[in-house]
């Protein structure tokens, strides 16, 4: 019911009936859903971008409807079905939007001048086409406490290389401050999205790291193995903080990280569970960010990041154009530059100078240019949605490793 009212109220109302050419002069009110514009830190960036809009198409009114986030994709997948909804809709990077595309407008015609500004197109392109141009780039840094650390008697400025060396450092950091190795919330199962990428690439060699990307994945694999083992090892050794099943990822366990609870948390660097909040509580030059351990010889760690989430158009929009053009609005250098200094988010921009932002965010940006996409983005919905079922039983322990691989390796060969 909810979801028919957010479709049949906030959809095309406003819109004439008109054959498609005329529809697109006619048309005078624009439709966006999706689960920013509703949040303090992005007001400022959303004005900006209807602003530049609006000195374009002055009489082309836009609204933006903000959607629950934990409803959103079930509320857009109602619009879907009915071929009715909002003009341009928000998305992840991955498998939310490429499991959708069929219900979307390719964006290269549209974009093409942005190309080479923006950065993080590939997680919103399926088959050689872009269906959605890019707000943030998203990665998952593995960042640390430098008090936790210094009060361990480590060094801050040179952390672990090694599994071994993280592991034994995390012992240390334990019997000096009582303070867990990883701040790790799966309440929603999606805890093991974040360990399988922040860590990934410390296990897998380079090659099938990329074979990954590409869709070759080998399920059997002693490597990819090695992930999972590394997942339920955590557990089961106590690195992880207490509860991690019964705890949420966004935003409580987060807290555990900023208050010293953990020493570690693998989060995000968009605009949430990064750097920016975790100043609330840590000053900049107390928050590290450290690449991988190494845990099998012949891997090359590398900052796993993608697109983060960006701008689509609705194929049944009437507007196309103008739509289209509200999207490159959205990712103007104007107003992603707002999002970065008001928000803290890493946006896809590239021209955007960060310099003056820290030294989390000088590591982020440092590794960008060597970074790889993230290996759980490469995975469909499905598969991310029982990937996070197994790792709460792997963490339970109510399943292995090996039941959980085999369920995986079904899940992604129907996609």
Known sequence: ??????????????????????????????????????????????????????????????????????????????????SKGPDVMLFNGGGQIRDRVDALLPLDPYVAEDRSRLAGWEAFTKDGKVYAAPVTLQGHPIYYNKTLYEKAGLDPADPPRTWN???????????????????????????????????????????????????????????????????????????????????????????????????????????????????????????????APVVTDGSTPSLPYDGGIGYAVAKWTKAPELAADLVRSLTSTDALTTFYVKAGAIASDTTIDVGQAGPAVATITSEIKAGKPALHVALSSKTLDVMGRLSQQLLSGSTTVDEALEQLAASDRTG
Not at 22 to 38: E, H
Not at 40 to 65: C, G, L, N, T, W
Not at 220 to 237: H, N, Q, Y
Request: aromatic share 12%; proline share 4%; with cysteine.
């Open 165 to 291: 060396e993280f592991v034994s450092g995390c012992a240390a950091i334990k019997k000096a401050t009582g303070a867990a190795c990883f701040a790790l919330g799966n309440k929603e199962g999606i805890g093991i999205q974040f360990f399988l990428s922040g860590l990934g690439s410390g296990v897998l060699t380079p090659q099938e790291y990329d074979d990954w990307i590409a869709g070759k994945r080998d399920w059997t694999s002693p490597r990819v193995r090695r992930i999972f083992e590394l997942w339920k090892e955590a557990g089961d050794k106590g690195l992880n903080s207490k509860g991690a099943n019964s705890t949420a990822m966004f935003n409580d366990i987060f807290r555990v990280f900023e208050t010293g609870e953990a020493a570690h948390i693998i989060g995000l660097m968009s605009d949430i569970a990064h750097w920016r909040d975790f100043e609330e509580f840590l000053p900049p030059d107390k928050i590290g960010v450290m690449q």
């Open 1 to 82: 019911m909810v979801a028919a009212l957010a479709v049949t109220g906030c959809g095309s109302a406003s819109r004439t009936d008109s054959p498609s050419g005329d529809a697109q002069q006619n048309q005078r009110k624009l439709v966006v859903w999706d689960w920013k514009s509703g949040e303090p830190a992005a007001a400022d960036y959303i004005d900006k971008a209807k602003a530049d809009f609006a000195e374009r198409h002055p009489d082309v009114a836009v609204e933006f409807v903000a959607q629950p986030f934990d409803q959103y994709y079930t509320l857009l997948g109602t619009a879907i079905q009915a």
